[in-house]
């Protein structure tokens, strides 16, 4: 018991790096490796009947709750070195093929839910600047139109067939509290990545900020 209390004051005397012990944020990094190193791009998450979907739980609100003009919303675009390649409403997302997915949506908190999203793969998307993007962008950022919440998402679980910029759930437009008229759906990460009411994208040549990893959770948070 002595020696398992002077471990536990060592952890909690080591610098602390992003609001959490060094020693913690390391063992973070561990479980990082070993996931990424299971990823493999053509296996897909278990999907299920269209009618095991259910309207999604609410939960989570920040970066969501001030009104914003729909009419008027569009998401930036930014390059590496924070450069402007371009700006895109719903209508241009609604040109690229639409495709939908019927998978469990998985909270950190532990519970899990059915439902229905049906939208643009993010690989379509990121078609627009094949003529941009190198082996170099690794990373993709992601805003709230405040800023208030922002993720950061390696490019593989991007380009992946079941990451979806979704704007319906159940044939239905997504409602404010479910991050209209555009949000992030995928079924490879926890809920705490998968963006509501995106308004920047940034594509990065390495790891940027992240609202819970900066609050001392892991920054993969993969499945």
Known sequence: MFAGFMGWRSVQGSAADRRIPGV?????????????????????????AREDASILRVNGRIGIDDE?????????????????WGTHTLADIKALPRHEMTIEHKCIEGWAQVTNWG???FSDFLNLYADRIDGAI????????????????????????QTLLAYDMIDQPLDDAHGAPLRLATPLKYGIKQL???GVIQFRRE???DYWGDRGYDDYVGL
């Open 24 to 48: 913690l944020r390391d063992v973070h990094g561990v479980n990082e490796s070993i996931w990424s190193s299971l990823f493999r791009e053509d296996h897909l998450a278990k999907e299920f």
């Open 68 to 84: 914003i003009d729909l009419n008027q919303w569009q998401i930036v675009v930014h390059g590496p070195d924070g450069e402007e």
């Open 119 to 121: 939208g643009a793969r």
């Open 138 to 161: 690794t990373d993709v950022g992601m805003e709230t139109p405040d800023s208030k919440y922002y993720v950061s998402m390696d490019m593989a679980t991007m380009r992946h067939r």
């Open 196 to 198: 509501k009411r995106i």
């Open 207 to 209: 790891p940027g900020r």
